[in-house]
């Protein structure tokens, strides 16, 4: 029996989790929960799980559920929050966005397992986390794209002498085939609209601008240690396959499934072995077709930026990854278009101060500091 905190644990990834779980309660106990400010969602799965202790990030939302609760379950937020990973042998991180980064952390420092859908941690803090694998904890992506190298690789984030590239398919996302006038007037619920995955608001805004397979791109590199150079993305709208890896031999393994982001999960959970429940089979012989296309670049010019920006390393992608945070919220609260979000990011770039964080506090800092010159960004735009 493993004990689990899911951090995270009202989102899309987090309740895929907790399904998991209901699958397999002789094989895992909940020990923590813990989102943002959920209080609903969070009192049904704590009564429905029993953990050790529930979380809440925001500090009015924890109040409100100490008062729902009573003294029988532990309540915790700010610092607390974060410590309560160590009482498990294996962390979720389900959270959205940056703020997920003190989980990683101390996830890691702690020496456990973390399972990583939070990429934006690994992103902001790149080879200051990457680090951190030296307290004797393991790093299993749950990013579909990434759990995919990662079977082909025989569950495992070494790559042999013989790989040639990693390839990252990509949906293509809501706009796949929208005209590129067209692109000028889409909505945030056209963005959320994604056609192959249910996910939370934050990276279907992601899939539907390609920042969310610039930043795969980038998440795959820290992962693998794979050069950019040995790392390309190629669309395939059916979403079967969710990664391939090619040998210098010019053989390529694909890695297919139906797709259902409980299966990723699930290898995070019972790595190295699997779970003894099928997800997302493919149904064989049913006829499926897969096709593939190449990104357009013009459309979708955020994949090339990503890139360019993975290459100059350093706090570079976690610049980025702020300014992208900060236009995407900016979008959704529909103060920016759509297609703002790059002319943001992109002017933030412009805008980079050069610099290396040497540790979790430097990159928080660049982080933070990223935010509120894309913010002065998102002003302009906002009032032009
Ligand atoms: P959701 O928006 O559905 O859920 C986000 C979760 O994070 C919620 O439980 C939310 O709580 C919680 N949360 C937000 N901020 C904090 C915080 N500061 N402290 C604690 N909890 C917090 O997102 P997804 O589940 O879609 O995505 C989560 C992560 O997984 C992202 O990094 C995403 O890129 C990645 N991912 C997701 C995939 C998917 O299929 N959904 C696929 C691949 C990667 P509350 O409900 O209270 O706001
Ligand atoms: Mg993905």
Same mark, same amino acid.
């Given at each position: ?33 813990? +989102? ?20 809440? &990030? ?58 990583? +859908? ?33 079977? =082909? ?31 000028? =007037? ?29 930043? @795969?791109?980038?998440?795959?590199? &820290? =992962?693998?240690?794979?050069? &950019? @150079? ?39 959970? &019972? ?108 002003? @302009?735009?906002?009032?032009?």
């Amino acid at each position: 029996m493993k004990s689990l905190a899911v951090m995270g644990s009202t989102g899309s990834i987090g309740r895929q989790t907790l399904d998991l779980v209901r699958q397999d309660p002789a094989s895992f106990e909940v020990v923590v929960l813990a +989102a943002h400010s959920n209080v609903e969602l969070l009192v049904a799965q704590a009564l429905e799980f029993h953990p050790q202790v529930v979380g809440l &990030y925001d500090e009015v939302a924890a109040k409100e559920l100490r008062d729902l609760l009573g003294p029988e379950l532990e309540v915790v937020t700010g610092d607390e929050l974060i410590a309560s990973v160590a009482l498990a042998d294996i962390v979720v991180n389900g959270v959205m966005g940056f703020a997920g980064l003190r989980i990683t952390e101390r996830t890691l420092r702690a020496g456990l397992r973390l399972a990583l +859908a939070n990429k934006e941690s690994l992103i902001g803090g790149g080879e200051v986390v990457m680090a951190l694998l030296d307290k004797g904890g393991e790093l299993i992506p749950v990013d579909s794209e990434h759990s995919a190298i990662f079977q =082909l690789l025989g569950q495992s984030r070494e790559v042999p002498p013989s790989l040639a590239r990693l390839v990252i398919t990509a949906s293509g996302g809501p706009f796949r085939t929208t005209e590129a006038a067209k692109l000028e =007037l889409v909505t945030v619920d056209d963005a959320l609209a994604h056609p192959t995955w249910s996910m939370g608001p934050k990276i279907s805004v992601d899939s539907s601008t390609l920042f969310n397979k610039g930043l @795969e791109v980038i998440e795959a590199h &820290y =992962l693998f240690g794979v050069p &950019y @150079e040995q790392i390309s993305v190629v669309v395939h709208p059916e979403s079967l396959i969710h990664s391939m890896v090619e040998f210098v031999d010019g053989s390529t393994l694909a890695q297919l499934s139906m797709p259902d982001m409980r299966l990723p999960i699930s290898l995070a959970l &019972y790595h190295p072995g699997r779970s003894p429940v099928p997800h997302g089979t493919m149904g064989w012989p049913t006829a499926a077709t897969l096709t593939f296309e190449e990104v357009d670049s013009g459309r979708f010019p955020s994949l090339a930026l990503a890139f360019a920006v993975g290459k100059a390393g350093g706090g570079a992608p976690c610049w980025m990854n702020a300014a992208n945070e900060v236009a995407v919220g900016a979008f959704l609260e529909g103060r920016i278009g759509w297609r703002q979000i790059f002319a943001t990011v992109s002017s933030a770039m412009e805008r980079y101060e050069t610099g290396s964080p040497l540790d979790i506090d430097e990159v928080i800092e660049l982080d933070r500091r990223a935010r509120v010159v894309t913010s002065r960004i998102v002003q @302009e735009f906002a009032h032009a």
